[in-house]
């Protein structure tokens, strides 16, 4: 999985689960980056910035159903 496409899918469900917190770490030390992650990354940091992307424990989506 690509930067941007982990990125993509946070900014869906507007939520950073610590999992996929340390997937984008991992992917952000080995990766090559490409102009779309980098952009990615942008509309991500300000997401959290704004609040519109809020990080949540790893079994939040399975609590709330």
């Known amino acids: 999985m690509r930067v941007h496409s982990l990125i993509e899918e946070i900014l869906q ?6 999992r996929q917190e340390q997937r984008l770490d991992q992917l952000l030390e ?3 980056f490409d ?3 980098l952009v990615a ?9 704004t609040r519109r992307v809020v990080a949540v424990p790893d079994d939040f989506s399975a609590r709330s159903v």
């Open 41 to 49: 990354l942008d509309r991500l940091i300000e997401a959290l910035f």
């Open 30 to 32: 080995s990766s090559d």
């Open 35 to 37: 102009p779309d992650d």
């Open 13 to 18: 469900t507007e939520m950073l689960t610590s």
